[in-house]
């Protein structure tokens, strides 16, 4: 079954980098696009980058533009996400998901998050 | 950005009720790119429907979604125990493929 396992959270003073990681298995993670999605708390969904299938194409909201990198390893089924220059507002609880194909497809499959705070 | 505004904020119930959510972008959205998700407390989110209107695999027929350029429904014909969450819109038609803020569906 398809199984998205995020790693890589924890707790990160103001203007330092962190790096998650999303674990995908149970499909053919080559042939599907992969996005973050993060959550922060008490507040709704907020879309944060997507990658395609081969890792050719990315997009990602302005808020984390120029800070946060989406990239992926399909030799070892992989999404990464490399947060610098980390602000409060992005603590969060940081999903993974994927698309199939096209980036511009529903996210089917969604892991169960890495919790990321940001504090001094 | 196109901005997904939801309503209503809060939507109380009784199990067997009709539920009926909205979204409205402030951009025009092809009815291709319109998805509804369920986020239930310490689960991952749920896929419900994708192009404005077909089911995701598994997902019960009480379940439909309808509306076309900027407003769309989401209807769950009768709440079931459930189904008590909460419901998230979705446009990924053009980046950032941006949410609606959330309906929270709860017990009256």
């Known amino acids: 079954q398809v199984q998205l396992v995020e790693s890589g959270g924890g707790v990160v003073q103001p203007g330092r980098s962190l790096r998650l990681s999303c674990a995908a298995s149970?499909?053919?993670?080559?042939?599907?696009?992969m996005h973050w999605v993060r959550q922060a708390p008490g507040k709704g969904l907020e879309w944060v980058a997507v990658?395609?299938?081969?890792?050719?194409?990315?997009y990602s909201t302005g808020s984390v533009e120029g800070r946060f990198t989406i990239s992926r390893d399909n030799s070892k089924n992989t999404l990464f996400l490399q947060m610098n220059s980390l602000r409060a507002e992005d603590t969060a609880l940081y999903y993974c998901?994927?698309?199939?194909?096209?980036?511009?497809?529903?996210?089917?499959?969604w892991g169960q998050g890495t919790l990321v705070t940001v504090s001094s | 950005e196109n901005v997904l505004t939801q309503s209503p904020g809060t939507l109380s119930l009784s199990p067997g009720e009709r539920a009926t959510l909205s979204c409205r972008a402030s951009q025009s959205v092809s009815s291709t790119y319109l998805a509804w998700y369920q986020l239930k407390p310490g689960q991952a989110p749920r896929l419900l429907i994708y192009a404005a209107s077909i089911r995701a695999t598994g997902i019960p027929d009480r379940f439909s979604g309808s509306g076309s350029g900027t407003d769309f429904t989401l209807t769950i014909s009768r709440v079931e125990p459930e189904d008590f969450a909460v419901y998230f819109c979705q446009q990924y038609g053009s980046s950032p493929y941006t949410f609606g803020q959330g309906t929270k569906l709860e017990i009256k």
């Open positions: 998901a994927r698309s199939s194909g096209d980036p511009r497809s529903p996210l089917d499959y």
């Open positions: 149970g499909f053919t993670f080559s042939s599907y696009a």
């Open positions: 990658i395609s299938y081969d890792g050719g194409h990315k």
